[in-house]
T-cell receptor
Framework: GAGVSQTPSNKVTEKGKYVELRCDPI?????LYWYRQSLGQGPEFLIY????????DSGLPNDRFFAVRPEGSVSTLKIQRTERGDSAVYLC?????????FGPGTRLTVL | KNEVEQSPQNLTAQEGEFITINCSYS?????LHWLQQHPGGGIVSLFM???GKKKHGRLIATINIQEKHSSLHITASHPRDSAVYIC???????????????FGTGTLLAVQP
């Protein structure tokens, strides 16, 4: 079946704008993770969903970041009032019980 | 100090060489992952370990839980092995109940023909 997909693959926006990043997990996976990877760094955890609920949002850097998963499948990461420091690759992963399967990521550039 | 450290950060090898990438961590874990990331590409899971050793083709991963150390070995390296190799751990409960990954900064491997 299909793997994890993320859209858009690239997003360029201006400082102060609002952006939404989408993740389509593998069908049937109840766990979904968002990570952020800055240039030259390893990914960092942002938020974890188990089903529809955010079970751990301790990695969200501030209240400009928010994520939802209303039906327990597709998730949207929302960033308000974007800043240049938000520029990074945003990775989504879904999981059954052990292995995490990663999407290709969305490269966000804030000018 | 990062909870997961990798060495070396950069590695250049000649085709055919035996390669070792090391990972040390400072927290109790329930599992350790080795991941591969090609430039501009997504992340692929290579191994998940909680003890001992695993082998897949030319790749071998080992872990020593007591020493909090893991190694990824590549035998008979090939230019197509060129990628970033990332070590990531899942903290043991109670800190790791979510199975979120804590990543090292990665090792950039270039295998020259």
């Amino acid at each position: 079946g299909a793997g994890v997909s993320q859209t858009p693959s690239n997003k360029v926006t201006e400082k102060g704008k609002y952006v939404e990043l989408r993740c389509d997990p593998i069908s049937g996976h109840t766990a979904l993770y968002w990570y952020r990877q800055s240039l030259g760094q390893g990914p960092e955890f942002l938020i974890y969903f188990q089903g529809t609920g955010a079970a751990d949002d301790s990695g969200l850097p501030n209240d400009r970041f928010f994520a939802v998963r209303p039906e327990g499948s597709v998730s949207t990461l929302k960033i308000q009032r974007t800043e240049r420091g938000d520029s990074a690759v945003y990775l989504c992963a879904s999981s059954d019980y052990n292995e995490q399967f990663f999407g290709p990521g969305t490269r966000l550039t804030v000018l | 100090k990062n909870e997961v450290e990798q060495s070396p950060q950069n590695l250049t090898a000649q085709e055919g060489e035996f390669i070792t990438i090391n990972c040390s961590y400072s927290v109790g874990i329930s599992a350790l992952h080795w991941l591969q990331q090609h430039p501009g590409g997504g992340i692929v899971s290579l191994f998940m370990l909680s003890s001992g050793k695993k082998k897949h083709g030319r790749l071998i991963a080992t872990i020593n839980i007591q020493e909090k150390h893991s190694s990824l070995h590549i035998t008979a390296s090939h230019p197509r092995d060129s990628a970033v190799y990332i070590c990531a751990v899942i903290k043991a409960p109670p800190g790791g109940a979510t199975n979120k990954l804590i990543f090292g900064t990665g090792t950039l491997l270039a295998v020259q023909p």
